[in-house]
């Protein structure tokens, strides 16, 4: 849909930025978002790079979207993707989750990603779901809010469950029903090996949990609240042309 103005007729800047912006949010959104999503594996690039300050500021900035506890995290650079909590507190000498989220690795370690497993997988999730949205955006439908609700659960279970483990762990972080989950080692009879359940390892339980489910949500939310989005810019693009066409503007 283009706007082409009449002879003595000018566009105001505001509406042909409003109007672009309201053609382009898909664009602009998946672009802004797409850096949220990479800067934090910018990090530990820089950090091996030796461009300590920058790689600090992206740390100190993802600290306010995620808990950045290193035992749930990845690494690159170092010898393994995620490292086990013992082997962390050997360093930190300390379970203080306050402590814990500032350790970012070193050269025999690797460096830690500014965010956890489960922000990598929701918010990739989300940005993946929205790339396609771009492709597929005149055949989706809006998911009902039952559809998102359900898609959500598994995530907020997951999440509500960790808090509920941490929380009965207290002062021995990293020793709750989450850390250790006895019980499905007890309902699967111990059927795989110790390192699935305990631990949040890359493979083990606690880690495909928090990877599938942040994928679910992330591609959940997109479903249920883009084809409402698109549809409300959609419609400011309509009332827009509508006042200038009573403006003695042509669309074409």
């Not at 400011?236 to 003695?248: P, Y």
Request: charged residues 15%.
């Amino acid at each position: 849909m283009a706007i082409q103005t009449m002879p003595g007729v000018a566009l105001k800047r505001s509406e042909r930025g409003v109007y672009w912006l309201a053609t382009h949010w898909l664009a602009v959104f998946n672009v802004a978002w797409g850096a949220f999503v990479v800067a934090p594996f910018l990090a530990p690039v820089l950090m091996q790079a030796g461009a300590t300050g920058l790689g600090h500021g992206i740390y100190f900035f993802y600290q306010f979207f995620c808990h950045q506890l290193p035992e749930r995290s990845f690494f690159l650079f170092g010898p393994q993707p995620m490292y086990p909590l013992a082997e962390i507190t050997a360093v930190t000498h300390s379970v203080d989750p306050v402590v814990l989220r500032q350790f970012i690795g070193g050269p025999e370690w690797g460096w830690k990603v500014a965010y956890s497993d489960r922000m990598v997988s929701m918010y990739t999730g989300f940005w993946i779901a929205a790339l396609a949205f771009g492709v597929f955006r005149h055949r989706v439908r809006p998911l009902p809010l039952w559809g998102f609700l359900s898609l959500a659960f598994p995530m907020a279970l997951d999440g509500f469950t960790h808090l509920l483990s941490d929380l009965q762990a207290g002062e021995n972080f990293g020793t709750g029903f989450r850390d250790a989950n006895v019980w499905l080692a007890q309902l699967t009879n111990r059927a795989l090996p110790a390192t699935f359940y305990a631990g949040d390892a890359l493979g083990s339980f606690n880690s495909i949990l928090r990877l599938s489910t942040g994928v679910i949500f992330g591609a959940g939310t997109v479903w249920f609240a883009f084809p409402y989005v698109d549809a409300a810019f959609h419609e400011v693009c309509e009332d827009l042309v509508e006042k200038i066409r009573r403006r003695g503007v042509l669309n074409k």
